[in-house]
C-alpha cells in the first residue's frame, strides 16, 4: 500500500507503550483547499475619506456674491486648498467700517483656517482701545498681526500663511500686508498697487535676512530663504520665525471721488495677470462676479496650476459720503 503522508510524531510519554520519535503511516489524504477566487474589483470600505474627496473636488471652485462685494475662488493642483479669506461687515455696528482678507497658506490649512478666523478680531479687539488718531490706528493694524501670529505660533502648528488686509473707517482706506497676496485700486481706470510683495526680489528683505544669519538662494531664477520659502513675511513658520516675520506693512489713503473699486487677490492672480490688467477686465464688466470669475480663468489659461482666490470691492459704499 502506498503511503500518502508520513510525518514526525511528537514525543510520546512512557505509559504510551511506544518508543519516543517514532514514524507512523496513514492512509488519511489531506484534503487541498478550495480555489481562492479573486474578483477583479473589491469593494472600498468608506471611513469618510471617499466623502472628504466628495467635498474637496465639489470646493474646487466656488464663488461669493456679497454685499458690495464678490469673491471667486479656484483649487489649484496641491492636495489640499490652501487660500482663504475674511470678511466682516458692519463693525461696532457702523455700516461704513468693514474689513477684507486674502489669504495664501502654505505647508497646509491650519495657518490659512486660523487667521481667516482670528486677524479680523483681534485687529477690531485692538481697535476698541485707540481712538480715531493715525497713529493709534495703525498700532492697532499691526497689533492685530503680532497677537495672531502670537496665537497661532502657540498651536503648536508648523504651517503658514501670507495675507494683504483692507479696514475701511472713517473714510480712509487701510491696507496691510505679509507676504505676496496684493492689494490694486482702481483710480478712474488707472491700477494703483497699495501694497508691496514681501519677496526676496525686494533687496531690503534679502539684506534683512541675511543680517539675522539666515541665508538667501536663487534656485530656477526664484529667491528662497535658506533654500525654502520664497516669501520672506508670513503669520505662522515657527521652524523659520527668526527670518520668516509678521510685520506688517501699513498704509492709509482717504477715499476719494476717483476711487472705483479694489481688488485683492493670492499670488495664484498676480504671477499671471499684471496689475492693469485685472483693472481692465473688471471695468469692461458690469457683473463684478463674473469679472472675478474671469480673471481666475485668465490666470489658469496662461498657467497658473496654483489656488486663486479674487475679491473685487466696491469701495464707494465705504466712503464718508455718498459719491
Known amino acids: 500500500m502506498a503511503i500518502s503522508l508520513t510525518y514526525t510524531s511528537p514525543p510520546l510519554e512512557k505509559n504510551c507503550g511506544e518508543a519516543k520519535g517514532i514514524v507512523v503511516a496513514s492512509k ?45 475662488s479656484k483649487k489649484g493642483r496641491r492636495e489640499v486648498m490652501e487660500d482663504g479669506y475674511g470678511v466682516m461687515l458692519d463693525i461696532l455696528g457702523d455700516p461704513k467700517q468693514a474689513f477684507f482678507s486674502v489669504i495664501d497658506g502654505h505647508g497646509g490649512r491650519a495657518a490659512v483656517d486660523f487667521v481667516a478666523e482670528h486677524l479680523g478680531k483681534n485687529i477690531v479687539k485692538a481697535l476698541e482701545f485707540v481712538g480715531g488718531e493715525e497713529d493709534k490706528l495703525k498700532a492697532a493694524i499691526h497689533e492685530g498681526y503680532l497677537s495672531t501670529d502670537k496665537d497661532f505660533l502657540s498651536q503648536g502648528q508648523i504651517s503658514g500663511a501670507c495675507a494683504a488686509s483692507v479696514l475701511f473707517r472713517d473714510g480712509h482706506l487701510h491696507v496691510a500686508n505679509v507676504g505676496d497676496c496684493r492689494v490694486v485700486l482702481s483710480r478712474k481706470g488707472v491700477a494703483d498697487v497699495l501694497t508691496s510683495d514681501h519677496r526676496l526680489s525686494r533687496e531690503d528683505e534679502r539684506f534683512r535676512i541675511e543680517n539675522s544669519g539666515g541665508y538667501v538662494h536663487c534656485r530656477n531664477g526664484v529667491w528662497r530663504v535658506n533654500g525654502s520659502l520664497a516669501i520672506s513675511r508670513a503669520i505662522g513658520d515657527p521652524h523659520m520665525k527668526e527670518w520668516i516675520i509678521c510685520e506688517p506693512e501699513i498704509r492709509k489713503l482717504p477715499l476719494t471721488s476717483d476711487c472705483e473699486f479694489l481688488i485683492m487677490a493670492s499670488d495664484g492672480l498676480w504671477d499671471k495677470v499684471n496689475d492693469q490688467e485685472a483693472v481692465d477686465l473688471v471695468l469692461s464688466e458690469k457683473n463684478s462676479l463674473v469679472s472675478c470669475k474671469k480673471l481666475v480663468d485668465m490666470s489658469c489659461k496662461r498657467g497658473n496650476i496654483d489656488d486663486i482666490t479674487v475679491i473685487v470691492i466696491n469701495v464707494q459704499r465705504f466712503a464718508a459720503t455718498s459719491i
Do not use: S, T
Not at 42 to 56: S, Y
Open 28 to 72: 488519511m489524504v489531506r484534503k487541498r483547499p478550495a480555489r481562492l477566487i479573486v474578483p477583479d474589483c473589491l469593494p472600498v470600505l468608506d471611513f469618510g475619506e471617499q466623502r472628504e474627496k466628495k467635498r474637496m473636488e465639489e470646493e474646487k471652485e466656488f464663488e461669493v456674491e456679497g454685499r458690495d462685494y464678490y469673491l471667486a
